[in-house]
């Protein structure tokens, strides 16, 4: 079974879209298997992450921006891919050092997420953006 989540982003931040996905997966009536989520694009990620502190968010954006500041920054005036604009090639950055991908079990139909844990969209773009999000479920 597989679908298609679209999430809207207005710039950087962590986007939670555990509740989607949840639901999906009570609507295909999942049971055991294993889910696997792919980001479709090359300027944002997929994370698992702490979904009770909005600060852990704000802290994994703020040190993310450390590491790949936009380009227009002096520390990055090295890059050269800057057609997109100059938080495009940074976006890059980021998205190939979190993953783009996930694979989360499922057991009588639910996630096996932890208590404090949600799945979110990184978008690493200033720009609102569409993403897109394919989900494919496997039963075992």
Known sequence: ???????????PACHDFTVQVRSWLADIDARD?????MV???SC??????????????????????IAPP???????????????PDDMP????ASVLPVSLQIPVAGGRMMLGTWQGIYLVEH????????????FQPS
């Open 1 to 11: 079974m597989n679908h298609l989540i679209t999430l809207n982003t207005r710039g």
């Open 33 to 37: 298997g294993l889910l696997t989520l």
């Open 40 to 42: 479709r694009h090359t």
């Open 45 to 66: 990620s997929l994370l698992i992450q702490e979904n009770a502190d909005p600060d852990v968010q704000a802290d994994l954006l703020g040190w993310l921006n450390r």
């Open 71 to 85: 380009a227009d920054h002096s520390s990055m005036s090295w890059l050269r891919h800057t057609a997109e604009g």
């Open 91 to 94: 976006a890059h950055l980021k």
């Open 125 to 136: 773009r200033r720009a609102p953006h569409r993403r897109e999000v394919a989900a494919i």
